[in-house]
């Protein structure tokens, strides 16, 4: 059994000093029991507290950065299996890998450009080339440098030591991961890493092997380490990334301790998903292109999502198809699923739309009316500020079945002769709704 | 049982199997053992004996073996001097009836009578069975009268066949009184008789019933998977019939001894008889869910006191008033100008009262209204109103009233036209032009509750009897009634203890964000999200006993000071898959209730107070632990044991069982002035039982500090009790 | 320091259920008594199995990408569920009556009838059967087809909580398998199961269909409601052991992600792959959250699948659990 967060408490000072960054002793006390908090962080604790915690006293799954300033991407940190056992905290880092070879510097430059380009807005999430992996070839220094001048963390996928230092050096005040090759002599590697104060991937060549290495690079002098798993197809793959998180967990070898990495070559889009669902952190993938790019983010975000903070959209008025001021207006709560279930039947009615979306602190629109977050008032003031009300000139607006409790303090609070419709309960309805009550309402 | 229905339903049996083994002796006599016997159209044999005897009948050889085995099922007449037991003996009898009824019918062919013939439809083929079955097991179809003889004249036999007809209940007929057979009279009536219209002739001899009965048996074979074989399999076939069937027997007329025999034999499958004649009465309850003999029925009341007896229960699929509604139409405003009359708001006594009568004392579906109606006031005009609701249910009872008067608003609120606002004596009711236009009426109001109680609870209401007044003098007489009704419902609950109950209930509604979690919901602890509360538990476990709330019994006290009992822990570690071992109920530190994350306000211990705090869902804040509501959240929900951090519901503060085990409520040092505010005077009254008067003003909320060390000032320079009371950790 | 990680082992094991009986070839999923995919530990006597969605009418609605194997068969049921089996190699076919739904062809449960005989005169494996959403249209139109099927094991799509009575009467009386749908909503599936098993309904004899929600589109709820349905089932829940129908195909190809062209979105790259790649994503992550019976509607997604799963399931290479 784990110790719980006030047991815990009884071993810590009890003198709400703050150094560790909490208010209070027992505020911190609860991260530790959470596996979210390291207790070197408290000065004061005695070694008889120290012991009592033993394994307890960090977190688990070591936490990495890679890269500084706004783009550094930060993995591990994890502290459950199942992720509606609480959460998964760090969404992995998804790096393209960029191979020099056959580019000219500029080339290279205006491909970084590109990816650095990349932003597609998705449900409160913005889906960027987190890193860029470099593989060790003639130009990679230069590619490198040019890629961490951009902001891009980096990845140095090597060949041979010689040729990670030359990439990394010039970079390591970017804390760029050296990710050395396949069945590599690792001491190398160590003492590279160790040097230069960067991450390192280490591997075995099964789970033991796997451990005793990331062992020895702490005693080398590593500080940060990833781990990749041994796995030749998928299913050993599993076997690896499943062991690897459990053996962590349960704390059964320090050395599992450590965020994964995981390479998807060329075509090896099932071992990216697998990577994604099953724990990897950092993610080399070699296919640039979007078709395997936004599969692999939305992945990300739904698992990633915390199963008690539902998504949310920004509030505010989207149009579907080509709307005009004659269009429907409908409106709808901030929790992303509700948007997207009401948005693709409204897009699949072919009926062009206004879809106004209403802060309901990301709840379903009957939750939220039950929970009290659906005024009257609050939905026309939001309607009001999101300029949803300039949209039509028709005045009428379309609120969920499900919202119908408030059709009349809406209407009040709307004033200015807005009607208020009471559409459907359920999205799959949109359609029928609007040929059986819409279009009849309109042609009057 | 009834020694005179016991002595003739066994003088009947002997008869009706003595009448099988003679007619079978005769047909093997002419035929051979080997002759081929059966109905048309079925995969079942002879249903009836195949269930009851577990043999499937396919020669006259097999036939003579199943009377054989009913023959051996025969008791003894009662005589004189034995009184008990009859029932047992009876409903043998009634069985071994059945079997040689079926064998007679089954031997009617080979004797050159055809099972079928003019209006007479003969037993049911397999293919009708199933398509009409399913419709009697998915509930499209409530259930099926099996008449057996005749009524006193033949339009008396056609209002009979229509009000069964109106119900969707389908009707068997067999047998005759008197040389007549209700078949006839609906025939010279002109009505149709057919599976389409529901109505099934099946023979003109009592015999002929069987028939319902082998359709009864196949439904248990076709739909409810099971097979033929010994006693166990014949038991089940029955429990089978009785839980699902909703079948019931209309007796007509006067009962001969084969007539009981039948009777007898239905009564084996859970099916009460209804009988308009004078026989002795057969009630409470073996076989049947209810009653098991009713007489002296008028022929008026009988649908409806069948429906009663056997517990079938009808949805009403149209409500029948003359605007559309619909939760659509729940928050539609009726607007000043577009009033065609109002009730209550500030301008007259508008209130709601529902109570719960003795089945006897309601006239299920009568709607009433004493004073003017609709149309008998001028356009805009402000009307008393008292909605009186009298309802009777089997398994109704009178806490549930509550529940039930609570729904009034949104049935209201559901007609187009219709605005309904508040409760109990707060109402306030608008019907709108056009809804009158459209032809509503008061009266309507009642038709929408009528069949929205029905409807909705089923589990409990089995009739509604709906008086609208809306005259003054009326409305002022049933006031003091209605007053009183509510003020005890508040004492009531009020009064309900942990101790005074054996029985608590669970609530596992929140599994699904929570995996593990499961609330206990006591009398004296609400539901963590406070919205349910221990009678709400009650009422959704009687409506729905396979739902998301079980009645737990508490058992042996294991420590009743921290609120820990034998039955709740055994519940609590099967429910939580395991995880869980110990559950109390009065305690946040030892063995603490899991919180989904759905509660309204979180409390924490607060080291170095000796208290607690307790912060609501709205507070967006910093609080003296040095945690937010939503990192609190995130410690606390889950459904995880987190000691020193519980979910609450904001009522349980003001419990006797507030956190008792742990000191209870003078242990309460800081909480949010939305909660002082919210629990107010209630708070300090309760701050006074505990004899603590002067500790509401002492907790302190944000407006005095939002940190541990000043508050910490604060409670010292008060005095707050908890600071004496030792840490509770 | 040695390394020691013990195997998990569970009280409990998934229901198998076999689908098709009478002139099927039987298919067998579930029986599992590990976590999903967790070979290293658990036994598993089946592998998922895939099926194929084919309609009764042409699926207007159906994206470009996902149409074009299809190619003159959408709305021939019989032809597509040849091709189904012999081109793309499904173990199963789902025959989604799409068409019998009033607002969609209104064809009437004669009609229904008669195609899902075709469909069983023209492939010999079992046959999943998709009604036209929950109401009385659907009730009538599987009880039709129930009847035309007696005794061949279908699996009718689906009872929900509101309306089972129904089906579960015509899955008993017929012989059929049951698919029981909840709204990703763990508290459902169990209470729903309880109901049918109190209507009669033999347990061995239903799937749970926890409702997709597509990649992007739910997908993590699904994802979680079916890994907790899962470590139920495996602590021991009765109620909750059934194996999982996923109708992946259908929710992946909604998304506006796997249907926009390459032209509206330049961004999102090539257009038919990324389609695939959706459906994938879907498929492969319901799998691992549990998914024994797969609907797909691109037979490049079940090529892809197959290959991966033909690996997992089959034997490791010698001197490890690489199955190269």
Excluded at chain 3, 59 to 75: F, N, Q
């Amino acid at each position: 059994m784990p110790l719980t967060g006030l047991q815990i408490f009884k071993l810590l000072p009890n003198t709400n000093c703050r150094k560790c960054g909490y208010p209070t002793c027992l505020a911190f006390a609860m991260k530790l029991a959470a596996g979210r908090e390291s207790l070197e962080k408290c000065p004061d604790a005695s070694p008889e507290a120290r012991a009592a915690l033993g394994a307890a006293s960090a977190p688990p799954i070591r936490g990495v950065t890679i890269g500084r300033g706004e783009r550094a991407v930060t993995v591990g940190e994890e502290t459950v299996f199942f992720r509606h056992e609480k959460t998964f905290v760090r969404r992995p880092g998804l790096f393209r890998i960029l191979d020099p070879r056959g580019l000219s510097a500029a080339e290279c430059g205006a491909l970084l450009n590109d990816w650095l380009g990349v932003s597609i807005a998705r449900a409160g999430e913005t889906f960027r080339v987190d890193g860029v992996a470099i593989v060790e070839a003639p130009g990679a220094p230069e590619a490198a440098s040019a890629a961490a001048r951009r902001g891009f963390p980096v990845a140095v996928l090597a060949a041979t030591p010689e040729g990670a230092a030359s990439i990394a050096e010039p970079i390591k005040d970017q804390r760029p991961l050296i990710v050395p090759p396949a069945g590599a002599a690792p001491a190398a590697y160590f003492a590279l890493a160790a040097r230069l104060g960067v991450p390192l991937v280490v591997a075995g060549a099964d789970l033991a092997g796997l451990a005793s290495a990331a062992a020895a690079a702490s005693s080398a002098g590593v500080g940060d380490i990833l781990l990749e798993p041994p796995g030749a197809d998928l299913r050993s793959l599993h076997h690896s990334l499943s062991a690897i998180r459990r053996g962590a967990l349960d704390r059964v070898h320090p050395g599992l301790g450590h965020p994964v990495f995981l390479r998807a070559g060329r075509g090896e889009f099932e071992k990216a998903v697998l990577g994604i669902t099953k724990f990897a952190s950092v993610l080399a993938i070699e296919d640039h292109g979007g078709e395997t790019w936004l599969p692999l983010w939305t992945l990300r975000q739904n698992i990633y999502t915390d199963p008690q903070k539902p998504l949310q959209m920004e509030p505010g008025v989207y149009p579907l198809g080509e709307p005009d001021s004659r269009s429907p207006l409908l409106m709808t709560t901030n929790f992303s699923l509700t948007y997207f279930i009401v948005s693709t039947e409204v897009e699949a009615s072919g009926v062009a739309a206004h879809l106004a979306v209403v802060d309901a602190e990301g709840l379903s629109v009957l939750t939220a009316w039950s929970a009290g977050k659906l005024s009257g008032d609050r939905v026309a003031k939001s309607l009001r500020q999101t300029g949803a009300v300039d949209r039509v000139s028709h005045r009428t607006l379309i609120i969920p079945g499900y919202a119908s409790p408030i059709s009349g303090e809406l209407e009040d609070a709307m004033g200015d002769g807005w009607r208020v419709i009471v559409g459907p309960q359920e999205a799959s309805d949109i359609a029928p709704f609007f040929r059986d009550v819409w279009e009849p309402m309109r042609a009057r | 049982m009834s020694k005179i229905i016991a002595a003739a339903a066994i003088r009947g049996a002997h008869a009706c199997v003595q009448r099988a083994e003679t007619t079978l002796a005769q047909a093997i006599g002419r035929h051979s053992r080997d002759a081929a016997i059966g109905f048309p159209g079925t995969a079942y044999a002879l249903p009836t004996i195949l269930a009851l005897v577990g043999k499937r009948v396919e020669k006259l050889g097999d036939l003579e073996e199943a009377v054989q085995v009913a023959r051996a099922w025969l008791p003894s007449e009662p005589t004189e001097r034995l009184w008990l037991p009859y029932l047992g003996a009876a409903l043998d009898a009634g069985a071994a009836t059945l079997v040689a009824q079926e064998a007679v019918e089954a031997l009617k062919p080979l004797r050159g009578e055809p099972l079928a013939g003019g209006f007479w439809l003969g037993p049911t083929p397999d293919s009708i069975l199933r398509e009409q079955g399913i419709k009697l097991v998915d509930g499209r179809m409530p259930g099926f009268a099996a008449c057996v003889g005749a009524l006193p004249d033949d339009e008396t036999a056609e209002r009979l066949a229509r009000d069964l007809q109106e119900r969707n209940i389908l009707v068997f007929m067999g047998g005759a009184c008197g040389g007549e057979t209700m078949a006839a009279q609906l025939n010279r009536r002109g009505v149709e008789m057919t599976w389409e219209t529901f109505l099934v002739p099946y023979g003109p001899n009592t015999s002929s019933i069987v028939h319902a009965l082998g359709f009864a048996c196949r439904a248990a074979f076709t739909f409810g998977g099971l097979r033929p074989g010994g006693l166990k399999e014949t038991r089940e076939i029955l429990l089978y019939n009785q839980r699902r069937v909703f079948a019931f027997v209309l007796a007509l007329g006067e009962l001969d001894d084969e007539k009981f025999a039948t009777a007898a034999g239905a009564i084996n499958f859970g099916f009460p008889v209804i009988s308009d004649t004078d026989i002795p009465e057969i009630l409470p309850s073996g076989i049947c869910t209810y009653e098991h003999v009713v007489s002296n029925v008028a022929h008026r009341d009988m649908p409806s006191r069948a429906v009663e007896v056997r517990g079938v229960k009808i949805r009403t699929v149209e409500i029948p008033i003359p605007v559309r509604h619909g939760p659509a139409f729940e928050g539609e405003r009726v607007r000043r100008e577009d009033v065609a009359v109002e009730f209550g708001g500030k301008y007259t006594r508008c209130f709601e009262y529902l109570t719960s009568r003795p089945m006897d004392q309601v006239q299920d579906g009568l709607i009433r209204v004493a004073g003017p109606e609709i149309a008998d006031v001028p356009e805009g005009a402000r009307l008393p109103l008292g909605i009186f609701v009298e309802v009777a249910g089997r398994k109704l009872q009178p806490e549930f009233e509550s529940i039930l008067e609570r729904h009034i608003h949104s049935f209201l609120s559901e007609p187009m036209g219709v605005m309904h606002l508040g409760q109990r004596d707060t109402v306030w009711l608008r019907i709108s032009k056009k809804a009158r236009d459209a032809g509503f009426r008061i009266e309507h109001l009642g038709t929408v509750l009528l069949h929205k109680l029905r409807n909705d609870f089923p589990a409990i209401v089995d009739k509604v009897q709906v008086t609208l007044f809306t005259n003054a003098e009326d409305v002022e007489r049933l006031y003091p009634a209605a007053a009183a009704a509510y003020q005890q419902r508040d004492e009531r609950m009020g009064a309900l203890t942990d101790e005074s109950v054996d029985i608590f209930y669970s609530c596992a509604l929140c599994q699904s964000y929570a995996p593990n979690h499961v609330c206990i919901i006591t009398p004296e602890r609400l539901g963590l999200c406070g919205a349910y509360n221990w009678l709400d538990g009650k009422a959704a476990y009687e409506i729905n006993p396979l739902g998301g709330n079980l009645p737990v019994r508490k058992g042996d006290a294991i420590d009743p000071a921290l609120g820990q009992w034998k039955g709740i822990n055994d519940f609590i570690r099967n429910a939580s898959n395991g995880v869980f071992e110990r559950f109390s109920a009065y305690s946040m530190i030892n063995d603490p209730m899991t919180s989904c994350g759905c509660f309204e306000c979180i409390a924490c211990v607060l080291p170095g107070t000796g208290g607690i705090m307790i912060v609501d869902r709205e507070y967006a804040g910093q609080t003296p632990v040095g945690m937010t509501f939503s990192s609190l959240a995130e410690m606390t929900g889950g459904g995880q044991q987190t000691p020193g951090f519980i979910g609450i519901g904001t009522l349980y503060v003001l419990s006797r069982k507030f956190i008792s085990g742990d000191g209870g409520l003078a242990r309460l040092v800081w909480t949010t002035s939305r909660v002082k505010q919210r629990l107010g005077d209630k708070l300090r009254q309760r701050c006074e039982e505990i004899g603590k008067p002067g500790l509401y003003e002492k907790i302190a909320d944000e407006t005095v500090c939002t940190e541990l060390e000043p508050l910490i000032e604060h409670l010292a320079a008060v005095e707050h009790p908890a600071l004496e009371m030792g840490e509770m950790i | 320091m040695s390394l020691e990680l013990k195997p998990k082992k569970w009280a409990g094991a998934i229901r198998a259920v076999t689908l098709g009986s009478g002139s099927r070839k039987p298919v067998t999923v579930g029986g599992g008594n590990g976590l999903p995919l967790h070979t290293f530990e658990g036994v598993f006597p089946h592998r998922p199995a895939f099926a194929l969605e084919i309609t009764d009418v042409d699926p207007a609605r159906w994206a470009e990408a996902a149409r074009g194997p299809w190619d003159g068969v959408l709305g021939s049921p019989a032809a597509a569920a040849r091709r189904a089996l012999r081109e793309f190699g499904a173990d199963l076919v789902m025959l989604h009556l799409c068409g019998t739904h009033p607002d969609r062809g209104n064809r009437t449960p004669e009609e229904a009838a008669a195609d899902v005989r075709a469909v069983l005169d023209a492939v010999d494996v079992p046959l999943i059967v998709k009604g036209p959403g929950a109401g009385p249209r659907q009730n009538d139109v599987l009880a039709r087809v129930a009847e035309e099927a007696k005794g061949e094991g279908l699996a009718l799509h689906s009872a929900c909580q509101e309306d089972y009575k129904t089906l579960a009467a015509v899955a008993v009386a017929y012989g059929h398998i049951l698919v029981a749908e909840s709204p990703i909503d763990m508290n459902i599936a169990k209470q729903l199961n309880i109901l049918l098993a109190d209507a009669s309904v033999d347990m061995n004899r239903t799937l749970i269909d926890p409702l997709t929600g597509g990649l992007g589109y739910g997908l993590e709820y699904t994802y979680s409601v079916m890994e907790r349905i899962r470590l139920a089932a495996l602590g021991g829940d009765a109620m909750l052991n059934a194996p999982m129908i996923c109708l992946a195909g259908e929710e992946a190809w909604k998304a506006k992600e796997a249907k926009a062209s390459s032209r509206q979105e330049p961004r999102w790259g090539d257009e038919r792959r990324r389609g695939i790649h959706w459906e994938l994503a879907t498929a492969l992550a319901l799998i691992e959250a549990g998914a024994e019976v797969l609907v797909l509607r691109h037979p490049e997604t079940l090529a892809r699948l197959r290959t991966q799963l033909d690996c997992w399931f089959g034997d490791p290479a010698p001197g490890g659990d690489s199955c190269r």
